[in-house]
Every structure is written in structure tokens, then in C-alpha cells.
């Protein structure tokens, strides 16, 4: 498309009128299959399976927000992340972030392992570790930042110069802060990842993932993976993201303003031994935020001590609600022991930092008053 502005790029990207009736809404096409013009020949598609009318719509419009040439829908964020490593081979290398989002390393650690792929966990905010550890036979650096639940954040650029003069690859899952606050092809990456169910499809009604390449081997291995494993996202959910990342810059502004309000209020409140925001100047790495990302989002983490104590919150919170998931319209909260790492022990939990007390907020765009109302009622009861 040409070079429009961000809040243009997202109403229109993938979104043409429909040549056939004018529609300015994708149609939402359920066909399974398509009439064949001949044998071997077809209009485009044969198959809903290896492709389909209303996800290349949608394929087309993530491509274009991150600043890609292909994009890729899939069923989940974390089948997105199965085929982005269902190409790696057996005696490959995967470095992966070492707080990663606990579904991604369950999928590695239980499933991908088995297939003869060595991972191995890095601080990515120590690149002196990160060169330590890549090794002759290194595929694929795969960086999650902000992570998920402890906002720790990676230099996207400098770990890209690191991997790219290995001839690594390098893929960001970038769910967090959404095209509109981090572009992390811009600063070097090859590949990025989502998942839509969050921030891209922002109204928690639809499951869904994606990948986002940067070259034609990209398309080529990522399109085989769609084909063969199956793993694709149905037309109507296409559909669904597709609506949300038309108002997606204007759910994210008024998400990073009611984010940058609670952080500011939570940073006030005592009974928080820890608050995780680098839109926070005490956050460590604050300043890296201020370089590589647009705005600090709406997801923050802190700990109130305790299990019970994050019991005692969470049963208080009214107009936030106890639940998991995150990036829709409404605030959630939730316990990050028994939610995003339950599949961790109690010791791989211990050594990242996910303690019994962590509680994980998603800011919705409800008035920030409000928020703060709640939130500062509910504390009251820890």
C-alpha cells in the first residue's frame, strides 16, 4: 500500500471494497472449498485449508502493519508459534527469552524438545549471554518483549546485529505492545509474531495467532506449514480481526492512557513490594522502552506477597475481572502462578521471578477514574 499513516494503514489495509457488490466489510466467505476452472487450474482457490477469500484479506493487513511481505494466520498465538518452529529441523538450535510466556515453553519444553531441537533459556537483557550462547548449529533467536508477566524487555536491535552476523534468524512476539507501539521489523527482526486473540482482535471473542515474514522463504515455509499441519484460522475469526485492527490505534491510545494513569497510581501504593511498568522511570530498563517502543501499552505486573494476598484482590475487584487473557476492551486480572505459568513447577516458577503473589493486569479502556477506584478498593482488602 502506499505510505499512509499508521491510523489510515489500519482502516484500510486489506479492507478494499468487495469487486463484486461493493461491500466496504470483507465478506466472510465459509466455503470449504472452491469450483475448479479446470483440472489443475482455479481462481485463486481450491481449498479453504490452503487458503481462503477472507484470511488473505487478513493476512494482507498484518503484513502491512508490521512492515512485512507475507503474513500468516493461524488457529492460536501458540499454533503461530508451533509453525514458526515446525520448519527448525532435528540437531537445530532455538535460544528463546528465559521468562517467556509459560504456554510458549511448555510447547518447548514438552513437545518441540522431542523432536531433536535443543532450547536453550537467555536473559535477553544480557547480550554478553546471548552471544554466549548461540552455537554452530543456532537456527532461531525467538524474543518476547515486554515479557509476559514480568515486562522485562530485550534490545531488538542489538540482538538482531548479534544473530544476524551469525546468520541467525530472529522472531519477536510482539502481542504485547501491538503494531501500533513497537515495530520490531523496523529495528531488524525477520520475523514477527502474535497473538490476535489479544490486542489485534481486541473484544475477547475470537481465538487466533500469526506470522509475520520478511522474505520470500518465509512465505514459502510458513504457507507449507498452514497446508500441511492444518493449523489455520477459520474465515469468521479472520473476519474478527479483521474489525478490530480497524479501530486497533484507537483502542491502543486510550489503553497506554488508562495504563500510564493506574501504573502512576499503583507506584504510589505500600502494599506492593513489586510493580512491573516501563513506562515507570523506575523501571530498569525505561529507557530502552523510550528508544525502541512507541508507548509502554497497558499490561503491568506486581506482587502483593503472597497467594492469599492476591487471593483477597482479586475476589475484591469489581469493575476489573478475575480472569486470563488480555488486549480486549475490558480490565482482567490474574494470578500468573495459576494462569500464564501453571505448567511451570514451583521451582522453574521460583526461577523467574513468578512468585505465589504475582498478580498480572490487562488495562481495559473503561474511564481511568474508574479504574483507579477499584483497584485502590480492592487493595484495600489485602
Known amino acids: 500500500m502506499p505510505n499512509y499513516k499508521y491510523a489510515t494503514l489500519a482502516v484500510h489495509a486489506g479492507q478494499h471494497p468487495d469487486p463484486l457488490t461493493g461491500a466496504v466489510n470483507v465478506p466472510v466467505y465459509l466455503s470449504s472449498t472452491f469450483e475448479l476452472t479446470g483440472i489443475g487450474t482455479d481462481r485463486g482457490w481450491d481449498y479453504s485449508r490452503a487458503g481462503n477469500p477472507t484470511r488473505d484479506r487478513l493476512e494482507?493487513?498484518?503484513a502491512a502493519l508490521e512492515g512485512g511481505t507475507c503474513g500468516h494466520a493461524f488457529a492460536s498465538g501458540m499454533a503461530a508459534i508451533y509453525g514458526l518452529v515446525a520448519t527448525l529441523h532435528a540437531g537445530d538450535h532455538l535460544i528463546c527469552s528465559h521468562n517467556v510466556y509459560g504456554g510458549t515453553a511448555r510447547l518447548f519444553n514438552e513437545i518441540v524438545c522431542h523432536y531433536g531441537i535443543d532450547i536453550r533459556y537467555v536473559d535477553m537483557a544480557d547480550l554478553d549471554a546471548v552471544q554466549a550462547a548461540i552455537q554452530p548449529n543456532t537456527k532461531l533467536i525467538h524474543v518476547e518483549t515486554p515479557t509476559n508477566p514480568l515486562m522485562s524487555l530485550t534490545d531488538i536491535a542489538a540482538v538482531c546485529r548479534i544473530a544476524?552476523?551469525?546468520?541467525?534468524?530472529?522472531?519477536?512476539?510482539?502481542?504485547?505492545?501491538?503494531?501500533?507501539?513497537?515495530?520490531?521489523?523496523?529495528?531488524?527482526?525477520?520475523?514477527?509474531?502474535?497473538s490476535t486473540t489479544k490486542f489485534l482482535n481486541g473484544h475477547s471473542d475470537g481465538l487466533g495467532g500469526a506470522l509475520i515474514g520478511t522474505r520470500p522463504e518465509h512465505k514459502e515455509r510458513f504457507s507449507l506449514?498452514?497446508?500441511?499441519?492444518?493449523?489455520?484460522?477459520?474465515?469468521?475469526e479472520c473476519y474478527l480481526v479483521l474489525r478490530g485492527i480497524r479501530t486497533l490505534?484507537?483502542?491502543?491510545n486510550q489503553h497506554e492512557e488508562n495504563g500510564r494513569a493506574v501504573a502512576e497510581f499503583l507506584a504510589t501504593q505500600k502494599k506492593l513490594m513489586r510493580l512491573a511498568y516501563p513506562g515507570l522511570k523506575t523501571h530498569p530498563q525505561h529507557e530502552l522502552a523510550m528508544k525502541q517502543q512507541k508507548g509502554f501499552g497497558s499490561m503491568m505486573s506486581f506482587d502483593l506477597g503472597s497467594r492469599e494476598a492476591a487471593g483477597r484482590f482479586?475476589?475484591?475487584?469489581?469493575?476489573?475481572?478475575?480472569?486470563?487473557?488480555?488486549g480486549g476492551v475490558e480490565s482482567l486480572a490474574s494470578q500468573s502462578a495459576t494462569s500464564t505459568h501453571a505448567s511451570l513447577t514451583d521451582e522453574e516458577r521460583e526461577a523467574i521471578g513468578i512468585t505465589p503473589g504475582l498478580v498480572r493486569i490487562s488495562v481495559g479502556i473503561e474511564d481511568k477514574e474508574d479504574l483507579i477506584a477499584d483497584l485502590e478498593q480492592a487493595l484495600e482488602a489485602v
Open 164 to 194: 544476524h552476523a551469525r546468520g541467525i534468524e530472529v522472531s519477536v512476539d510482539n502481542t504485547f505492545m501491538s503494531p501500533v507501539l513497537q515495530s520490531p521489523i523496523a529495528l531488524g527482526a525477520d520475523i514477527v509474531m502474535h
Open 314 to 326: 482479586l475476589g475484591a475487584i469489581k469493575v476489573f475481572l478475575h480472569g486470563e487473557s488480555l
Open 225 to 236: 506449514v498452514q497446508k500441511a499441519a492444518g493449523g489455520i484460522l477459520s474465515p469468521f
Open 249 to 252: 490505534p484507537l483502542r491502543m
Open 60 to 62: 494482507m493487513a498484518l
